[in-house]
């Protein structure tokens, strides 16, 4: 089925609706399951000596089947997630959507050395083969607007501005809302304005994985700033943000991420940076987890949500 099934509504009653996660995705599955008020249940998973796995659906399957997972460490969750999807049509289920709160892949979309494959395509066909629809939060899509483009018509990323919103009114009020990238203009702009908060971006230049230059032009005098970014890795993009706005003469700081990926070394380098608080979504299970998208995920999936 996959793509082909279109944009048609996500949701197709209650009792048609249920919810099935693997066990690495089981908090977030388990509030989706509260706020949409339908049945959950844990896939069941076997890992066999020579590192192959075997997925099995449970029991009775709605017709509506939500698969929840998010898939950092990609290379070692796609295979299994494309079983999982197999497994519940074999099981019953006539419509499949994954919700992916983390979607890999999607910042590799060109071939940027001869030789190179564009990964983002790779991934997108085999999401979208297996599956009607595909949710995620804050897609890392740069030359592609549309997540729709790449994972098939039922594809859509999802915005975290107004949870990242109502925790800067939480707990930094009126600070300064920092894009450290141009590319993230319009998000930075829609998250501080809509709580009457002052905003920049910055200029930023990558030079590898792990060195960034940054710039700030026209920086206002203020003493707390939040910066916030959709994704952290290596931690260096916040870091050096962090050190550009001291200089401006900002002393309270905190970063704020959608996604946590974090390799090691990274929370220590942007808390050495000078930033105050590290805090992240639940998108992936980490200790800077602050808040939670489910809210936004499970509205797309409730009757209106125009998934």
Known sequence: MGARAGRRGLFEGRAELGVYGFADAGRFAARLTALLGVPGAALAEHRFPDGESLVRAPGAIARHAVLVRGLDDPNAKLVEVLLAADALRRAGASRLTLVAPYLPYMRQDAVFEPGEPNSQLVVGRLLAQAFDAVLTVEAHLHRVDDLAAVAGPGARSLSAAAEIRDWIERHAPGALVVGPDIEATSWTKTIATAGGLPWI???????????????????????????????????????????????????????????????????????????????????????????????????????????
């Open 201 to 307: 971006v910055g200029s930023k230049q990558r030079h590898g994985d792990r060195r960034v230059t940054i710039d700030f032009t026209d920086v206002p005098e203020v003493r707390r700033a939040v910066i916030v970014d959709d994704i952290a890795s290596s931690g260096a993009t916040l870091a050096v943000a962090a050190r550009r706005l001291r200089r401006h003469g900002i002393r309270s700081i905190d970063a704020l991420v959608v996604h946590a990926i974090f390799a090691p070394g990274a929370a220590r380098r942007i808390r050495e940076a000078g930033v105050r608080r590290i805090v992240s979504s639940d998108t992936i299970v980490h200790r800077s987890n602050a808040f939670s998208v489910a809210g936004v995920i499970a509205a797309a999936l409730a009757p209106g949500g125009e998934g």
